[in-house]
């Protein structure tokens, strides 16, 4: 198990890390989400022990994660991090470069333990291959597979998909994520792409300015966001004055919706005239004006002229649901 109790942690003296904490199980998928500049790749450093901290405390399995001026090789034993910048031996061979950190003493297994890792990252046919003449994209690949050749306890991915294109990412993706639930790593994984944490996930921390905003199981924190800004992460939303949802309501304050929960009505809800249309594969995601001012969000199945007026509708159901998530963080915040 891991344990992040209240740290702290400064470039100079700007603070970066303030007051973190919070526990992760063994074999639990945690992602860290927050805007770039959030503090993110920072609190994978402090967890894998390259950063000295200003305050606070750190320890995997009741051990203390000890900074770079107590320990003479940084990181941890037990952890891989697989940093943005992947720190490969460009002149070797992807065999090579995976093999490296492989025991001595198991020679036996090796080729074995390298084949399997070649298939997890689907590059078989590169296993010769100088790292230096691969793409940025399959580089992080071989990255990947060296951070697992000795199986960590403990895996900190940094952005592990960010070079790697679209159509690699998603088959990487499926073959990853179950690998490393079947031999019960723990994994935490810095990411702005919710891709990478919908379906992959089992929690996620948000960071707000080296702060942490929110943690929750995924879809709880996705179905219930606290603030506007966790659920952007997870791509458009609207926030909304709830009397222009419910206009015979007396409450005075606006809940979020995202743009798949509007139905579309051919007469009555809330008016908008559509401004623009964006593609999305199985759907559109349309950008309309409210009558009263203001952007908002939905989908439809179809192409909206623009121009058109829509009327949107909310269920009371998810209007009432919202409404009892605020509420219950209001009487938590008293
Ligand atoms: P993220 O990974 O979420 O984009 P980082 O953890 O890289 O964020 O950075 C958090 C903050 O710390 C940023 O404001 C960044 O500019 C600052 N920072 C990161 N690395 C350094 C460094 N080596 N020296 C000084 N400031 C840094
Ligand atoms: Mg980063």
Redesign the pocket.
């Known amino acids: 198990m891991l344990k992040v109790d209240n740290i702290d942690f400064s ?2 003296k ?1 603070p ?1 890390l303030a007051q973190i904490s919070f526990g992760l199980e063994q074999g639990k998928h945690l992602a860290v989400m ?10 994978l450093k402090a967890i894998y022990g390259l950063l000295d901290l200003v305050q606070g405390e750190i320890t995997w399995n009741k051990k203390k994660v000890l900074g770079p001026s107590f320990n003479l090789i940084p990181g941890h034993e037990n952890m891989k991090y697989v940093s943005q910048n992947f720190d490969l031996m460009p002149y070797t061979t992807v065999t090579e470069n995976i093999g490296q950190f492989l025991s001595v003493y198991e020679q036996d297994t090796h080729q074995s333990r390298i084949d399997e890792l070649l298939e997890v990252i689907e590059m078989t046919d590169y296993a010769k291959t100088k790292v230096k003449n691969l793409s940025g994209g399959q580089q992080q690949r071989v990255a990947l597979a060296r951070a697992l050749a000795q199986e960590p306890e403990l895996l900190l991915l ?1 952005e592990p998909f960010s070079n790697i294109d679209q159509f690699k990412k998603n088959e990487l993706r499926h073959r990853l994520f179950p690998y490393l639930k079947e031999k019960q790593i723990t994994v935490i994984t ?1 990411t702005h792409d919710p891709n990478d944490v919908l379906s992959f996930s089992d929690l996620v921390l948000v ?1 707000k300015a ?1 702060q942490k905003i929110a943690l929750d199981q995924t879809l709880k924190l996705y179905h219930s966001p606290k603030e506007k800004y966790v659920a952007s992460l997870f791509g458009k939303v609207n926030e909304l004055p709830v009397k222009l949802l419910k206009n015979y309501t007396e409450l005075d304050t606006k809940i979020l919706v995202y743009p798949h929960e509007f139905e579309l009505s051919s007469d009555n809800g809330i008016k908008a005239i559509v401004t623009r249309n964006f593609f999305k594969g199985g759907r559109f995601l349309i950008e309309s004006q409210l009558l009263i001012g203001g952007p908002i969000w939905f989908y439809s199945k179809t192409e909206i002229r623009e121009g058109a007026q829509v009327f949107l509708n909310v269920s009371l159901e998810l209007i009432g649901k919202r409404l009892k998530d605020k509420k219950m963080l209001d009487d938590r915040d008293l």
């Open positions: 470039y100079r700007t970066v927050g805007e770039s500049g959030s503090g993110k790749s920072t609190l940094d810095a960071l080296g």
